[in-house]
């Protein structure tokens, strides 16, 4: 998950903390808004799922994928 966000985001990120916790808690948060939150919805993420709530709740597109020469 940290890697899908700094490879969307490079950009934007200043930096990224994780803080282990117990109980099964995993929460994204954003200049102080809540992106996601396991405890709250009761489920982890789907793949794609805080890309997308990242762009939906802050306006942040995400960095385009790097073109591959073939």
């Not at 200043?14 to 996601?36: D, N, Q, W």
């Amino acid at each position: 998950m940290a890697a899908d966000l700094l490879n969307s985001y490079i950009a934007n990120i200043e930096s990224l903390k994780l803080i282990p916790s117990s109980g099964g808690r995993f929460e994204v948060m954003a200049e102080g808004v809540t992106i996601y939150s396991k405890k709250a919805i009761g489920r982890h993420a789907q793949p794609g799922e805080v890309i997308a709530l990242v762009n939906e709740k802050l306006g942040i597109e995400p960095a385009s994928p790097p073109e591959t020469d073939h």
